[in-house]
């Protein structure tokens, strides 16, 4: 008989509270909600009990992080270091070189990442087994109101809020793009995670008034073949900086984590 995952979610937010629903609702084969650790106290809106992160790592054998870059910075590996495994959706942390190889280092926990808003980086990930993908591009698109920055300028931030259609907003690399949007470039470091080189990936952030679906394009290619993939999201309604899909890629890595047949890895 399989062991049911005992699981405790961080971020009780737009991510967070899909995920959890779904494990009590036992829509999760295998996987169970234990607790739920929030800055915030959630009272009766949480349907498990709230506690410390301590207490989490206590308690579950696997942690869903779903409340941001910090709390992966701050908590990762002393997760993998208690022997719990971690499931992250904050991508963008690993943007931090020494961060990423600690928690690649860490143990006895095991590390994993789920791809979020995009498709295709399981075949980038095969790809890059042949040999470097020589050019990578993302472009990403979103409303301007959830692209704002407190670093951005006064010409800025006028240009974006008055275009009548695209601007480009930020082009850089997959190292320094996600610093600059920590809610809303998961995506860039993903991709990046996939080809193995944060400094391979060219991103381009654009803000669109007419982009009522979130649109990420990626074009990649090398010796081996040339690969274009584009997906077109709602935001999610409660928070529009993430795509609404986002926790139910979650949800699908957890499914794989429990040990759901079916599963295409």
């Not at 800055?39 to 206590?58: H, I, K, M, T």
């Not at 270091?81 to 690649?104: F, M, V, Y």
């Not at 979650?250 to 984590?257: D, F, G, K, P, Y």
């Amino acid at each position: 008989m399989s062991t049911v995952r005992k699981v405790g979610v961080v971020g009780w937010g737009a991510i967070g509270r899909v995920v959890g629903t779904a494990l009590v609702e036992g829509r999760v084969q295998g996987a169970e909600l234990v607790c739920v650790v929030d800055n915030r106290p959630l009272g009766e809106a949480a349907p498990a009990r709230q506690v410390s992160f301590e207490e989490a790592l206590d308690a579950c054998d696997l942690i869903v992080e779903a409340a941001g870059q910090g709390v992966v910075r701050e908590w990762g590996t002393r997760v993998l270091e208690s022997g719990t495994d971690l499931l992250i959706a904050s991508t963008g942390a690993l943007t931090d070189d020494e961060l990423a190889k600690r928690l690649l280092a860490a143990g006895p926990g095991r590390v994993y990442f789920t791809g979020g808003a995009v498709g295709g980086l399981d075949l980038l990930q095969a790809v890059r087994s042949l040999g470097p993908l020589t050019e990578v591009r993302l472009t990403t698109t979103k409303l301007p109101s959830t692209l704002e920055q407190p670093w951005m300028g006064e010409e800025l931030l006028h240009r974006m809020r008055t275009a009548t259609g695209p601007v480009e907003v930020m082009s850089g690399t997959a190292r320094d793009v996600p610093v600059s949007f920590p809610k809303s470039t998961n995506v860039a470091a993903s991709v990046a995670l996939a080809v193995g080189d944060l400094d391979a990936v060219r991103v381009q952030v654009v803000a669109d008034p007419a982009a009522h679906h979130t649109r990420h394009v990626i074009e990649a290619s090398g010796a081996y073949g040339s690969y274009r993939f584009e997906v077109a999201h709602l935001p999610d309604p409660g928070n529009p900086a993430t795509s609404q899909v986002v926790p139910y890629a979650v949800l699908r890595s957890l499914a794989a984590l429990a040990g759901r047949t079916g599963q295409i890895l």
